[in-house]
């Protein structure tokens, strides 16, 4: 039961992350203890997003493509196009150099849109 590992990774994840008020998981995390448990323990929303019981073959998940969108990004990044490191630490590092130059490559999109001009380097 994926339920069991995913209260470690939440309890850790909200010890060093600025609380959310809204978690997306899929089917393997239903079960009325567990989004009970989340609710208590966290004060958020777990929302389990599921097929629709009624349609057959593949169907496009409600946010399931805000996470795929995210891994293709990341998986651009050359040194995550591939698992070469052999500590998690290292590919931890990794993961937010390559988030970092996503992030600042769309701050400097938005700054260049702003000035209607080059970005100018000081």
Known sequence: YDGHAARQVLTTCFQS???????????GYRGEKFVQ???E???CIFEVVEKKKTDKGFQVLPRRWVVERTFAWLGRSRRLSK??????????SH???ASIRLMLRRICKERVL?????????
């Open 95 to 97: 993961v937010y150099m």
């Open 17 to 27: 992350w600025i609380a959310s008020k809204k978690i997306w998981a899929d089917g």
């Open 41 to 43: 323990q966290f004060d």
């Open 114 to 122: 702003l000035q209607g001009t080059a970005l100018e380097v000081a």
């Open 83 to 92: 698992d070469y490191e052999r500590k998690p630490t290292s590919s931890t």
């Open 37 to 39: 448990w989340v609710k």
